[in-house]
């Protein structure tokens, strides 16, 4: 079970954010070590078809804000675009015009904007580590071995190479995120502890009957 829920939402859609020949991807939280933006950027930066094909938006502020916009100049990424600090309801606004979502921390729980994508119907590509590895299966995602950061950056860019030449992968994904996202709801989750306690209750007061019966 994840450490945080998701909130229903209608139904999203599960075609792509825009008509033109390249995908939007977004990359949103504190720009720190923990978070380990610069695996985004050299993955970006890793092959022509990611640097040409994706539209990135990076949100957040943090030690390594200037630190990273001058890693995207030095390996030449010109697409992506820089967002400080939003109010909470324009993330969402934000998200639905993105295809898919990037989340490279190496060192959190679930981390609550991954329930936020998978709500709006983003495809994530993250760390198989964590509370990442449970949040996210091969439904809705693409979960990258944490090994290293040579590995973790091979990774991401062949993760969000394989959405770039394979459209259908992106919308099935598509359609899983927002699956997943009722699943792991706090509706859904609070709904499956209710259960357990019946059953623990039930387990219990059954066992009290047996032990009368034996005690006859």
Same mark, same amino acid.
């Given at each position: 079970?994840?450490?945080? @829920?998701?909130?229903?939402?209608?139904?999203?859609?599960?075609?792509?954010?825009?008509?033109?020949?390249?995908?939007?991807?977004?990359?949103?939280?504190?720009?720190?070590?923990?978070?380990?933006?610069?695996?985004?950027?050299?993955?970006?930066?890793?092959?022509?078809?990611?640097?040409?094909?994706?539209?990135? *938006?990076?949100?957040? *502020? @943090?030690?390594?804000?200037?630190?990273?916009?001058?890693?995207?100049?030095?390996?030449?990424?010109?697409?992506?675009?820089?967002?400080?600090?939003?109010?909470?309801?324009?993330?969402?606004?934000?998200?639905?015009?993105?295809?898919?979502?990037?989340? *490279?921390?190496?060192?959190?729980?679930?981390?609550?904007?991954?329930?936020?994508?998978?709500?709006?119907?983003?495809?994530?590509?993250?760390?198989?580590?964590? @509370?990442?590895?449970?949040?996210?299966?091969? *439904?809705?995602?693409?979960?990258?071995?944490?090994?290293?950061?040579?590995?973790?950056?091979?990774?991401?860019?062949?993760?969000?190479?394989?959405?770039?030449?394979?459209?259908?992968?992106?919308?099935?994904?598509?359609?899983?995120?927002?699956?997943?996202?009722?699943?792991?709801?706090?509706?859904?989750?609070?709904?499956?502890?209710?259960?357990?306690?019946?059953?623990?209750?039930?387990?219990?007061?059954?066992?009290?009957?047996?032990?009368?019966?034996?005690?006859?």
């Amino acid at each position: 079970m994840t450490d945080v @829920g998701t909130y229903a939402r209608p139904a999203v859609s599960d075609s792509f954010a825009n008509d033109e020949n390249f995908l939007k991807g977004m990359w949103c939280g504190r720009l720190s070590d923990f978070k380990a933006p610069a695996i985004l950027l050299k993955a970006l930066a890793a092959s022509e078809l990611t640097r040409k094909k994706i539209k990135f *938006t990076i949100i957040g *502020t @943090g030690a390594l804000e200037q630190s990273m916009v001058d890693l995207a100049k030095q390996l030449g990424l010109e697409n992506i675009v820089w967002i400080k600090e939003v109010e909470h309801s324009m993330v969402f606004e934000l998200m639905a015009k993105a295809d898919f979502f990037v989340h *490279t921390s190496i060192q959190e729980a679930t981390s609550s904007v991954i329930t936020e994508a998978l709500t709006m119907g983003l495809p994530v590509i993250c760390h198989d580590a964590f @509370g990442m590895s449970i949040a996210i299966n091969d *439904t809705c995602g693409i979960k990258i071995p944490f090994v290293s950061p040579e590995v973790s950056v091979s990774g991401f860019h062949d993760a969000m190479q394989r959405l770039i030449s394979d459209s259908s992968l992106l919308k099935e994904l598509k359609r899983g995120a927002y699956k997943r996202s009722t699943e792991i709801s706090w509706d859904a989750m609070a709904e499956t502890i209710a259960n357990d306690y019946m059953t623990i209750v039930n387990k219990k007061d059954h066992a009290g009957e047996l032990s009368a019966i034996r005690s006859l």
